[in-house]
Each structure stands twice: as C-alpha cells, then as structure tokens.
C-alpha cells in the first residue's frame, strides 16, 4: 500500500497577534521543531489515526462516518459519536480534503501517524501544522499535488470549521516556512529574507486555550480594542524594514510596545509578566508574549554578551527556556 511521510514547522508569532484576526498584518517565523505526519492508503474502508502526543490511540471510525460527531454535526445530533479533541484537526482536514477532491480518492481507507518533536503545550500551533502535513500528504500520495495556496486554503477552512475563528498565520507558516509578513485568510503571505534570527524562548508553564483567549478581547470595549489593533498594524509595518536590516535594537523597542498593548488587551498574565521583567532587567533589547496571551510563550531578542543573562533570568522568573532556531524550511515530503 502506498505510505507517505510530511513534516511541517511549528510557529512564534513575532508581532501583531489578536490584531492580525481584525485584518492588521502580523510577523510570524516558524521554528525548528517539527509536526509529522504519516499517511498509508489502506483497502478496507476505515479511517484510522495514533497520535500518541495528544493522547490519541487505535481511534477509528468507518471512512462514510468521517467528519460525523462534533464540530460538523448540528448540536442537537452530538452524541457519543462526538470526534475526540485530539482527533479533530486531522479527521476534518480528512474530510475536508475527500469532499473537494472526490476526483483523486479512490475507495479504501486512511491510515494516519502523527508525532510531533515538540510539546502541544508550547503554543508551537501542532493542531495547524498537523492539518498541514495530512493535507500535503493526501495531495501527494493521491496525485492531486496541489500548489501551496490551495493547501493553504484547504487547511486554513479545517481551522475555521473546528475554532470558528482565527487568522490562518499559523497554517501559512507550516506551509510556506521561513519568516512571514501576513494578512489574515492568506490575503497576503509575503516571505521575508530573514537568514538569522537569535530568539530566546521562554516557556510559562500555563496552556493557553486560543479560543478562550479571542473571546475573552470580544468581551472589552470594542472601540478601545479596535484602537489598540490599529496601534499594533503601526507597528508591525515599522518591524519589517527593522527585521530585514537586522536592527534589532529597533525591533526590540517594537516588541516592547506591542507587549505593553498586549497587557492593555488583557491577555498578559502575571506569569508572562515576571519573565518578561527578567529578560527586560538582563538587557534583552525587547520582549513580549507570542501567541494568544494567558500562557503559552514569551519571546526575546537579546545582544550577545546578555544572552546567557536573559535565560538566567527567564528561568529565576520560573520559566522553562526552549532552545530553538527560527526561520526554518515549510512543508516537506520526508519519504513517499
Ligand atoms: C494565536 O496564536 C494568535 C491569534 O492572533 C489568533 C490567530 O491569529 O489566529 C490570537
């Protein structure tokens, strides 16, 4: 039977989260620590995934029942047939993928193996990259080969179905890799010849939920949010030209800014707050939270000679620093 392998990088957002879902642009850079994904077209006609890092084992369900259970069933039809939260991203973009490619997929099943190199709690985006590699394997391994917008597409609507909302700079990172300047739904997806990028990762200990996070800004003054988001599109127009002439003493000064509206937003936590203190005190020239705020990640730029200072400090702050390297390669056919 034919076997394929894909693998795609995690994300950090840089700049312009939370804005970026209201039509500012965002930086985003994907990371070296991988989402992969096997996929073997099987003869019985049965769906079946392990992804043993969100808790997933033997999970199988006939493949004319795919996508049947929470989130395309009406409410009132969710029963115990409801698709596992750890199964959803991959079972939908299954789904996804046989309804507007009925011509490619013959009859038979779908095997499914994921194994990510990195912690679903980091907000590294596992549930996007995921979606990602079985969306290009199934492209690959059924002869559709579809180019990256296509899947970009394919990929951002799974997230839509399943979350209701966000912006898709996570899925266009796992596809396109590298360093992005994005605009929500893909509208833009500009490459940004970035050749290094020395960030310090530091790890709260505290999973974010994304959703909450959204919802939770929905619930502010939407006038006062709407001026903080226009502030944060400011500002990540000014970061581009900084990041791509290596200024990162300006760079810097930008993520500072956007951690301070960030906080204005209330998605900062006291514990992103103590160590973004600690990095600030060791000289980092900037810092902020990545992702949707409540937990998850803060990142650091920070001069050589104040590097080993900045993790000392992250972690006194009681954060967990995570060695990774940015920038890195989208996509990719491992084996097939
Ligand atoms: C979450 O990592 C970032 C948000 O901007 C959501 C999104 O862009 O989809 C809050």
Known sequence: MKTITVSAP?????????????????????????????????????????????????????????????????????????IPKGAKFVEIALYNFYNNYKGYTKKGGIRVTTKSEFSSQFGFGSSSASTVCVIKALSEITGANLDNKTVFDLSYKTVLDIQGKGSGFDVAAAIYGGTLYFKKGGEIIEPLNVDSLPLIVGYSGIKADTVTLMNQVLEKDQLVVEGIYTDIGKLVEQAKPALLNK????????????????????????????MISAATNAGAYGVKLSGAGGGDCMITLAPEDKIQAVKDGIAAAGGQVIEVGANVEGVKVENG
């Open 10 to 82: 995690g994300k950090l957002m840089l700049l312009g989260e939370h804005a970026v879902v209201y039509g500012r642009p965002c930086i985003v850079t994907a990371v070296n620590q991988r989402m992969k994904a096997t996929v073997e077209l099987t003869d019985e006609p049965i769906f079946s995934l392990d992804a043993p890092d969100v808790q997933v084992t033997g999970y199988q369900k006939p493949m004319d029942q795919l996508g049947v259970g929470d989130p395309l069933t009406p409410l009132a039809q969710k029963d115990s047939t409801s």
């Open 247 to 274: 200024d990162w003493a300006t760079l810097g000064k930008l993520m500072d800014d956007n951690q301070k509206l960030l906080s204005e937003l209330g998605v900062s936590i006291p514990k992103l707050d103590q």
